[in-house]
């Protein structure tokens, strides 16, 4: 019995079908197929090397920009066609998407557009110019910059997670240009109601004194005692809207955050959702329908 070795050396180019779904979160697994074509497993019969079969590259992993190269594994890939049975060897290569660059080039930017537009909240209502400035020039510049990102990527049929980080993004600027336009129009109410009132008590303060009667104090129904001292620090609705806007906006940002690390796309989301749900009809033993 002997052995026969064979030796020789293949230079290739090989693509990798990535998914975008998670980008730039996203983790790739490459893999590369060596199979025999025309003989099948009772001719031949490939098997990896117990020990160290694969040898990288000295370098291999700091030779990739965009990606660190996380592990190699090895595996079987072997099929089974009409034509018999054909040994195959499988190379799995785990990528993972360097983050720091998206960090600094989006996220760090985004957030900052974001907060930016809040500073509306602080100026004063009669500031028409430079609030509606603020807000058209945050919204214009993420438009621009969520532009020239998806300009860097193939086109796609489903939901990237960079797309819904995007989207409610400028969702939040674009709100806070909505919240000036609601102050805008409760300050020319609250003027308007002020005028009216104002000539309403002239009226019946000049009727009373004609009269011979005294005017009496009305005696309103008291609100709770925190909603009475929001009301009398800030006797406006124009305010008001505004001192609500500095609470509700970042808190409901903080909360998109933090759902959007944990779910990283719309797809997991909506999967974590329908679970809650499942188990919530579960609770309440109503029958519904579980996806495989």
């Known amino acids: 019995m002997f052995r026969v070795q064979n030796d020789f050396r293949l230079s290739l180019v090989l693509s990798c079908p990535m998914s975008l779904e998670y980008y730039p979160l996203d983790r790739q697994t490459c893999l590369i197929d060596l199979a025999s074509y025309a003989y099948t497993t009772d001719d031949i019969k490939y098997e990896w090397k117990l020990t160290n079969p694969i040898q990288q590259k000295e370098g291999l992993r700091q030779s990739l920009p965009s990606f660190e190269l996380q592990d190699v594994l090895t ?138 009667y005294q005017p009496l104090a009305a005696n309103p129904t008291r609100p709770s005692c925190c909603f009475r001292l929001f009301v009398r620090r800030y006797k406006e609705r124009s305010k008001r809207i505004d001192v609500v806007s500095r609470l509700v906006f970042p808190i409901g940002y903080a909360c998109f955050n933090g759902t959007f690390l944990r779910c990283r796309s719309i797809i997991r989301c909506f999967a974590y959702l329908r679970v809650i749900l499942g188990r919530l009809l579960d609770v309440i033993g109503m029958p519904h329908v579980s996806s495989a």
């Not at 720091?100 to 009669?126: G, R, T």
């Not at 009132?197 to 000049?206: T, V």
């Open 75 to 212: 595996d079987y890939c072997t099929s089974k066609t009409n034509t018999g049975e054909y040994s195959c060897l499988r190379t799995k290569m785990i990528l993972r998407r360097e983050f720091s660059y998206y960090l600094l080039q989006l996220y760090i930017p985004s957030f900052m557009l974001v907060i930016v537009s809040w500073v509306s909240f602080w100026l004063d209502k009669d500031s028409v110019p430079a609030r509606v400035t603020l807000g058209v020039t945050t919204l214009l510049t993420m438009t621009t910059q969520s532009s020239g990102i998806n300009a860097k990527l193939p086109p796609v049929s489903y939901t990237k997670a960079i797309d819904v980080w995007i989207g409610v993004c400028l969702a939040f600027i674009f709100g806070a240009l909505l919240e000036f336009a609601l102050v805008n129009y409760a300050a020319r109410k609250d003027m308007t109601t002020g005028q009216r009132m104002l000539s309403k008590q002239h009226s019946q303060h000049a009727d009373y004194v004609s009269s011979g």
